[in-house]
């Protein structure tokens, strides 16, 4: 191979160009190329780190919001049990309320039908004495005769404490 052709082609002194340029700036831009990789690495890094915080920091908020509702289950169940608890003894309160009242209008009514037999059953009598009074009034102004009609009115007072007591 002969040296001075092989130098004479423009493609070597490129070649040698190049590598000698690599050479002497390499290590620079190795260097540049290696801090701009570990920066975006870094930065990459952090924002690993930060998704992970917040993942975890979202899971603690789902497990604590889980904990809240299962609490919030928990309690809107006890005031169910609760309410219907509380609804079944009111319900029980009115019925025997009701039951007493029913109870308390039917003694009234009792009362008032007893009362009222006793005021029909009075006045019966009254109306019946009254009636026996008059006709026996007639009687015996009209068809007694005087001793008879004092006799009668004897024994009739003789009576009067017996019929007294009976009543």
Not at 13 to 26: C, D, H, N
Not at 39 to 59: K, P, Y
């Amino acid at each position: 191979m002969d040296f001075q052709a092989f130098f004479s082609e423009p493609k070597v002194w490129v070649a040698l160009a190049i590598l000698t340029f690599f050479a002497l700036a390499g290590r620079a831009i190795w260097g540049f190329a290696t801090r701009t990789l570990d920066q975006r690495g870094e930065i990459i890094r952090a924002e690993l780190d930060e998704a992970s915080a917040l993942r975890a920091e979202a899971e603690a908020m789902l497990l604590e919001a889980s904990v809240r509702r299962d609490a919030a289950l928990k309690e809107s169940a006890e005031l169910l049990a609760s309410a219907r608890t509380e609804a079944a003894r009111l319900t029980e309160d009115a019925r025997i309320e009701a039951a007493a009242n029913a109870k308390r209008r039917e003694k009234m009514a009792l009362d008032r039908i007893s009362a009222a037999e006793k005021a029909a059953v009075t006045d019966v009598r009254n109306q019946a004495a009254a009636i026996a009074t008059h006709a026996a009034e007639t009687i015996i102004r009209d068809g007694l005769p005087p001793a008879a009609a004092t006799g009668l009115v004897r024994s009739a007072i003789d009576a009067l404490p017996k019929a007294l007591a009976a009543q």
